[in-house]
């Protein structure tokens, strides 16, 4: 060192005899006490350094990394590679929104490899190109897990599938068998159109069905149901085919959890949404971002207990990269509630592990982690599975298999024993999780579930998924402030009334805190800008006919808003009707803001048609209100090229289709085919939305 050096040293030692002579002997005595405490500061607890486990590195070449990145990124697109690779027997590709149908398919690898030992790889369909299921073996069979939403959309996963299959490509799949089942909602217009497109295109190119489409129905909530009967003659099919024989189903964890082993607090992920390795934003999506809730407000309130309406508002000042355009749905990450966290934990034994950090890897080279890789058990079974959700009759029966004890074995396999046995349960009661295993320690009081692998709840509990919420404020309005309207709404048990099942979201977000509350609750969210298809008209002066109901109101607010601003500068604006439906005044939403707006700057402009269900003798619902305005509709639907929108239940919209429908027919003598043509292109042409749900 330069101040080491022979011209360097006398300086430094005259520095040190002067020192010496200013200490005292206290001083000398108290100095090894402060150069202890020093070091045992800086090695974190200890005199003697430890080892840092993550020592080795230092010494790695950083290119290493670079060059597996560029491996990964390089990973072939094409189907048949993987399905070589790995010899698979079953190829399953999946498109999902929500997860549910991904979750599918890796149980039906899961199942079909513990039961028949049969090799299954799961396949994202953005993950390969369409066109290389030609080259797929013909000893493999395909399958195909797709879930349809909206108006019939495909996931954003299978988009390009979709629209693969729908050019009509000039390959052949005569030799390819498919099997084949679809995630919807019978109360859609296009109940599992995408299953059903994507199916009969592959017919037409010459694969061949190996058992009939399934279709689960969100409508009467039987899709777990119907997904475990397709399974069952899928798996049964192949058994018969192949002359399989099914193995004892002892548990194969997918996943190793190692506790004990020292973690950096830069490493835990305690919060922080979970995403896959290699996830990418979409054109249409933001980075998730922690935002600060700034107010939570009471709009409404039910004599059901614990129903009410509520406003969050959220705060973007921190991140001017997020933006939001009006009508934008709102991604919102969840927490399970406390109660149900603390109940898992305690069955489990887990109160001295809860805040340990934790390792976990998956054991199987076909599924990917769906949790974080280091965390703890606490923020595991808050943030980052569902266990505050109902337990499925299959998660039931996986429970039985693992049980402590013979009765508790027999107990819980006659509640799953099947769909009927099952429902009749459902009616007088509700499981999540530690609900599930504390029924079975009423079983046999003996027994303990201290002894049930982590690896087991992991994978047999869904990971968290986020909520949508149509956004409520206008970004001219309001561009840095973001409101989210949200129905708090507990369902009940038609057997027992006074037992009600909070909705994970909602419950959590009627409980976080705003900047006026003193309670000492979470009040920062973790949430996500997802771009809608529910837009304005490119010019203001386009009327806009709209139908809510309940908290479908919200998008139409944040229209209304942005209408009432581009009037109040002078600009020209189109005729705005609004249709609301909701049981009385005291939950018609935005009310007061909405009237004052019709007699200020939308004065003439817009024009509010309420249908109370509840406040007299005779219930009015949204659609009646629209039969009685239906000349004026139908006059700015089809003589002034009108936007329509309708945003509610499922239920409702489908209503007021068909008053639409019936009035076409009526007045302008329209045949069936002349309204879906007529409703086909409004909605090519950017007039005709829908946001329905339920």
């Not at 799961?122 to 395909?142: G, K, M, N, Q, R």
């Not at 029966?397 to 402590?404: C, E, F, G, Y």
């Amino acid at each position: 060192m330069a101040f080491l050096n022979n011209n360097g040293t006398q300086p430094l030692l005259h520095a040190l005899e002067s020192l010496r002579g200013k200490l005292s002997h206290d001083d000398f005595l108290l100095l090894p006490l402060v150069i202890l405490g020093s070091v045992y500061i800086f090695n974190c607890g200890s005199i003697i350094p430890k080892k840092d486990p993550y020592d080795y590195m230092w010494f790695e070449r950083p290119q290493a990394d670079a060059a597996a990145c560029v491996q990964s990124e390089k990973r072939s697109r094409k189907a048949a590679d993987i399905v070589r690779q790995r010899d698979a027997d079953l190829i399953i590709f999946w498109g999902s929104q929500s997860g549910t149908a991904e979750g599918y398919a890796h149980r039906l690898a899961r199942e079909s490899h513990q039961r028949y030992k049969l090799v299954a790889v799961v396949a994202d369909l953005a993950d390969y190109d369409a066109e290389t299921i030609a080259a797929i073996p013909s000893a493999t069979l395909a399958i195909f897990i797709m879930s349809t939403y909206g108006e019939g959309d495909p996931s954003d996963n299978a988009q390009d599938f979709i629209s693969w299959t729908r050019s009509n490509p000039d390959v052949n799949l005569s030799h390819l068998k498919i099997a084949a089942f679809g995630c919807g909602n019978s109360n859609y217009r296009y109940f599992n159109k995408t299953i059903e497109e994507a199916v009969n295109s592959l017919l037409k190119l010459g694969a061949i069905p190996f058992t009939p489409t399934g279709k689960g129905d969100e409508a009467t909530r039987t899709t777990e149901e119907d997904f475990v009967e397709w399974k069952e003659r899928l798996l049964s099919t192949l058994c018969l085919e192949h002359e399989l024989t099914e193995a004892e189903t002892a548990y194969e964890p997918e996943v190793e959890v190692i506790k004990g082993e020292y973690v950096p607090q830069r490493d835990l992920q305690l919060g922080t949404p979970f995403q896959k390795a290699g996830t990418k934003l979409s054109a249409t999506t933001t980075a998730i971002v922690p935002v600060p809730v700034t107010q939570r407000t009471c709009l409404s309130r039910y004599s059901a207990p614990g129903r009410s309406v509520i406003e969050v508002k959220i705060d973007l000042t921190a991140h001017p990269h997020i933006k939001y355009k009006t009508g934008d749905h709102i991604a919102v990450w969840p927490e399970n509630a406390a109660q149900e966290v603390e109940s898992l934990i305690a069955i489990l034994g887990l109160q001295d592990e809860r805040s340990k950090p934790i390792r976990i890897s998956s054991v199987s080279a076909n599924k990917e982690l769906e949790v974080p890789a280091s965390t703890t058990i606490e923020a595991l079974f808050c943030h980052y599975l569902e266990i505050s959700g109902p337990v499925s009759r299959e998660t039931i029966l996986a429970v039985a298999r693992v049980a402590p004890s013979a009765a508790i074995r027999d107990g819980l396999s006659a509640i799953g024993k099947d769909r009927e046995t099952y429902a009749l349960f459902l009616e007088s009661d509700y499981f999540t999780f530690s609900r599930l295993l504390a029924l079975g320690c009423g079983m046999d009081s003996s027994a303990s579930w201290h002894e049930l692998p982590l690896s087991f709840v992991i994978d047999n509990i869904p990971r968290m998924q986020p909520r949508l919420y149509s956004i409520s404020s206008s970004r001219i309005v309001s561009p840095r402030q973001v409101s989210l309207t949200v129905s708090v709404k507990p369902s009940l048990i038609s057997g027992r009334p006074d037992i009600s099942i909070p909705g994970i979201t909602s419950s959590f977000l009627a409980n976080t805190r705003d900047s006026d509350d003193t309670v000492a609750r979470r009040s920062n969210l973790y949430v996500q800008i997802r771009e809608s298809t529910f837009k304005l008209p490119a010019t203001d002066n386009t009327p806009l006919v709209m139908v809510a109901a309940g908290t479908g109101i919200a998008p139409f607010r944040a229209f209304i808003q942005e209408k009432a601003r581009i009037a109040s500068i002078g600009k020209q604006v189109g005729k705005l009707i609004l249709f609301f439906g909701c049981q009385a005044d005291s939950d018609y939403l935005y009310a007061d803001e909405l009237r004052e707006l019709s007699t200020s700057s939308l004065a003439g402009k817009l024009k509010l048609v309420v249908a109370f269900s509840r406040a007299g003798a005779q219930k009015v619902y949204v659609q009646d209100r629209v039969r009685q305005e239906q000349q004026e509709v139908l006059q700015l639907l089809c003589e002034q090229d009108a936007a329509f929108y309708i945003c509610g239940a499922s239920t409702m919209a489908k209503e007021v289709g068909n008053t639409l429908s019936q009035a076409l027919q009526e007045t302008r003598n329209w045949s069936e085919a002349q309204i879906m043509e007529w409703r086909d292109s409004a909605k090519k042409s950017k007039r005709w939305f829908e946001d329905v749900w339920g």
